[in-house]
């Protein structure tokens, strides 16, 4: 039995040089135009949703006091370039 997938059209308007890229690829992939775009979005999706995570996971770690003092790291960062570089700050 098939699963039949609701969907929906979006439009939007790209600059030319855009969706001339995206012809050409689907043409070299032997995908439709649709299929990348769908590729594209899934993907930045993914990406953002993996960014939102990380940025609640990094405030819940300052709200609970686990950060590095500035100083700390800036003179670490400084020191990598010299004969005796310091340990990396925890």
Do not use: F, Y
């Amino acid at each position: 039995m098939a699963t039949t997938v609701k969907t929906r059209s979006v439009t939007a308007h790209v600059p030319v040089d855009l969706a001339e890229k995206i012809d050409e690829i689907a043409e070299r992939l032997e995908r439709s135009k649709n299929w990348i775009v769908k590729q594209a979005l899934s993907a930045w999706i993914d990406q953002e949703e993996e960014r939102n995570r990380l940025t609640r996971e990094a405030l819940a770690d300052v709200d609970a006091g686990r950060v590095i003092d500035h100083q700390a790291v800036q003179a670490w960062a400084d020191s990598l370039g010299t004969d005796s570089p310091l340990p990396e700050p925890r």
